[in-house]
């Protein structure tokens, strides 16, 4: 399928690895000129010259710390032109109410959950003044599926869940798509370390964690390249009239009321 996206400039944040990296390269694939942030300047360059390499297309890296306002302005600034915003970065920490202390709540909610505020707010009215473009945020399930010990990731997944309807709701009467989607475990680095810890918290030992896979529908999590393609298509004009929604990829987690 065709999906129009050839010289569109897209802006994807925590794009040195997992879902942000897959995401890249699919864009890529469809002609697409990419801005590529994150904080590693030395994993985001790697990446870009392996993409341009095989996609010929133009990739320009800028690291930043999603969790600093400043730094978010002039990566706004620096990119204002952008069509599409892929809002991804985010590391909120696992654990319950106890376990969580203010320092880890708060400097996680900075990156992910005010990061894809303060970054939408620089980039939307620009949008808004060009009467196009769309903006996808990468939520998480856990946001309609909450969990206890996962407390301040729900917390800031259910916020983001709102803040793109919201957002969303209203704007198309200005030419601009808002839409999030919401994966469930992802087959990544990060879900690593969150099951290693959710199998010592059962199991006593984190060496099981592969164990959870049994507990997924199809024994397995979803791989980044299937939630890059879900975003892909969601930022291309084929899914124009959508807007103000979010789309679970979680096979069906979700909808069980299963925490995995």
Known sequence: MNLDLKGKRVLITGASKGIGLSTAWAFAREGCDLYLTARSADQLQANSEAIARECNVSVTTHPVDMGDSEQVGKLAERFSDADILVNNAG???????????????????????????????????????????????????????????????????????????????????????????????????????????????????????????????????????EVADLIVFLASPRAGYITGTIVTIDGGIASRRSII
């Open 91 to 225: 590391d909120i920490p696992a654990g319950n109410l106890a376990s969580v202390s203010e320092e880890a709540w708060r400097n996680g909610w900075n990156v992910k959950v005010y990061g894809y505020i303060n970054l939408t707010r620089h980039l939307y009215p620009r949008m808004v003044e060009r009467r196009s473009g769309v903006i996808v945020n990468d939520i998480g399930n856990s946001g309609e599926n909450w969990d206890a010990n996962y407390i301040a990731g729900a917390s800031g997944n259910a916020s983001l869940m709102a803040f793109t309807r919201g957002l969303g709701g209203v704007s198309l009467d200005h030419g601009v798509r808002v839409v999030g989607v919401n994966p469930g475990p992802v087959a990544t680095d990060r879900m690593v370390k969150m099951m290693k810890k959710r199998a010592t918290e059962w199991h006593g030992d984190e060496s099981r964690w592969e164990e959870l896979h049994d507990k997924y529908p199809g024994k397995r999590p979803a791989t980044p390249e």
